[in-house]
């Protein structure tokens, strides 16, 4: 029994290695890391060479390597910048340095590579012939914002709403897409290497439980809306109704889930849309409802207005 009760608690190991990030934000990466559901996530900031290998060998093993930092590619060999030291001996190391620890982590658990870095063609060859089931690497020298962004989406559809990798990596590139006119090509640079003797794990593989599919008291959001069901029927009717009108009220009791269709099921069906380019911006009406709607529309320009503005806009609301 004691044996079987240590298997269901068992929770996915990350590693999360923060580099030389000079000119990076990686806060946010760290926030959304330790919001992951059944995770325990080790740290290592800036670390020197020996403590890098040191815990890739922790005994207790990892499932996933999360790198983020700065990296390069020379002579087709990865290379990482782990610290902000000015001897390039202390400061960088190479895949090939990393050959026997990352053996021994393979052989203690490791599944999942993901380096939110620049440049990780070398990476990405260097880990395949140590035959690590998956690795995720960005191909070129990728800005800040597009390794975010893609990090961050892939999280939620993997761990949060349990897709496939394969999936959760797909709905991470549709994401990019949103902001190539600033970013070029930015859901191209992203890329996995898999060992074809291996499937892709799933987040319960890797030991996390499954999400609960009741938030109780609470009303579903856009975040869960893969967990709600049995409104159909509704929600289809609303997504007819607001393309041929300007105004739709939904009316219902207290607790009868308006908030949940709304949020998990309506905006859902909207972003799908691709006959339309929806843009979605809410608020609630409070004390000052005028004042709410003023901000809810400038958030919907491109250029974030400012409290004149949001005035303005509140005056012509009530004329």
């Not at 290379?79 to 090939?96: A, F, G, K, P, V």
């Not at 939620?156 to 549709?174: E, G, Q």
């Amino acid at each position: 029994m004691k044996k079987l009760t240590s298997k269901f608690v068992k929770k996915v190991r990350v590693l999360a290695i923060i580099g030389n990030t000079e000119g990076i934000d990686t806060e946010k990466e760290k926030k959304w890391l330790n919001q992951l559901p059944d995770a325990e996530v080790i740290f290592l900031d800036k670390p020197s060479k020996q403590q890098f290998k040191k815990s890739l060998i922790d005994a207790e093993g990892w499932e996933i390597l999360f790198f983020a930092g700065h990296s390069k590619t020379e002579e087709n060999t990865g290379i990482l910048s782990i610290n902000e030291s000015q001897n390039n001996n202390e400061r960088d190391i190479t895949i090939h340095e990393l050959n026997s620890n990352l053996k021994e982590a393979i052989k203690n658990g490791l599944q999942v590579a993901i380096f939110n870095s620049c440049d990780g063609l070398g990476i990405g060859d260097g880990l395949a012939s140590l035959y690590i089931p998956i690795t995720i690497i960005m191909r070129e020298p990728v800005p800040n914002k597009v390794a975010q962004d893609f990090f961050h989406e892939f999280l939620d559809s993997y761990a949060n709403k349990n897709l496939s990798l394969y999936l959760a990596v797909k709905n991470a590139r549709k994401k990019l897409e949103t902001i190539e006119d600033n970013y070029i090509a930015a859901s191209w640079l992203p890329m996995i290497f898999q060992n074809p003797a291996f499937s892709p794990p799933s987040w319960l593989e890797l030991g996390g439980f499954s999400p609960c599919p009741y938030l109780g008291l609470d009303a579903f959001q856009e975040t869960n809306s893969d967990l709600f069901f049995g409104r159909e029927k509704t929600i289809n009717k609303l997504h007819n109704l607001v393309n041929i009108n300007p105004f739709i009220p939904l009316l219902g009791a207290s607790g009868s889930g308006k908030s949940s269709i709304i949020f998990a099921g309506l905006i859902p069906k909207l972003r799908q849309d691709n006959d339309n380019n929806w843009r979605i911006s809410w608020f609630r009406p409070g004390k000052n409802p005028f004042d709410g709607l003023a901000k809810a529309f400038s958030q919907l320009t491109n250029n974030s207005a400012n409290r004149l503005q949001e005035l303005q806009l509140e005056i012509d609301f009530k004329k």
